[in-house]
T-cell receptor
């Protein structure tokens, strides 16, 4: 049981480049989400999904796209990277029933630098 | 609107001292949930506790205790007899529906030997 797996752990992009941050979970969690962590600002929600085919925006969705074609995967796409997107990104999922329900389980994070 | 404020940016204590991390929240919802997470220097986020708005009982888990007061919209976290391993950034978070979670800016705790 690997939990929430994020790849890559580190990435450097140039302004205008595109990339996808991958997130996979093997816990059969319906809910998945993406957060960004910036100094002095805590974690802010980018997008979330309550199940395959369903996504919604969080606090800071601009510049990011998501889709959810399977329960296991929730990739985050940056179509045209900007320096303001330099951050540490966390993927999180949660179960909806049973022991430990409704508590976020986080991946290890992906550090993105946009030059 | 939902908001979490952690006014203490950084706290330094000497090992074995007690330390309290403050968390103040704002919400218009009558039912909501509060959380604390720990982020050690390695960077992962570790769940510590969840509290429901309708349960104001304080909770103790070993050296950790939490004081929830709806009257002051606070959910403070106390570490008794702090240890070097407690050094981390601690985040308080709020959610009313478990879909959107609102995090405070975090408090960095430095415990010196």
């Amino acid at each position: 049981n690997a939990g929430v797996t994020q790849t890559p752990k580190f990435q450097v992009l140039k302004t205008g480049q595109s990339m996808t941050l991958q997130c996979a979970q093997d816990m059969n969690h319906e809910y998945m989400s993406w957060y960004r962590q910036d100094p002095g600002m805590g974690l802010r929600l980018i997008h979330y999904s309550v199940g395959a085919g369903i996504t919604d925006q969080g606090e800071v969705p601009n510049g990011y796209n998501v889709s959810r074609s399977t329960t296991e995967d929730f990739p985050l796409r940056l179509l045209s990277a900007a320096p303001s997107q330099t951050s540490v990104y966390f993927c999180a999922s949660r179960r909806t029933v049973g022991s430990g329900a409704n508590v976020l389980t986080f991946g290890a994070g992906s550090r993105l630098t946009v030059l | 609107a939902q908001k979490v404020t952690q006014a203490q940016t950084e706290i330094s204590v000497v090992e074995k001292e007690d330390v309290t991390l403050d968390c103040v929240y704002e919400t218009r919802d009558t039912t909501y949930y509060l959380f604390w997470y720990k982020q050690p220097p390695s960077g992962e986020l570790v769940f510590l506790i969840r509290r429901n708005s309708f349960d104001e009982q304080n909770e103790i888990s070993g050296r950790y205790s939490w004081n929830f007061q709806k009257s002051t919209s606070s959910f403070n976290f106390t570490i008794t007899a702090s240890q070097v391993v407690d050094s981390a950034v601690y985040f308080c978070a709020l959610s009313w529906n478990f879909n959107k979670f609102y995090f405070g800016s975090g408090t960095k705790l430095n415990v010196k030997p």
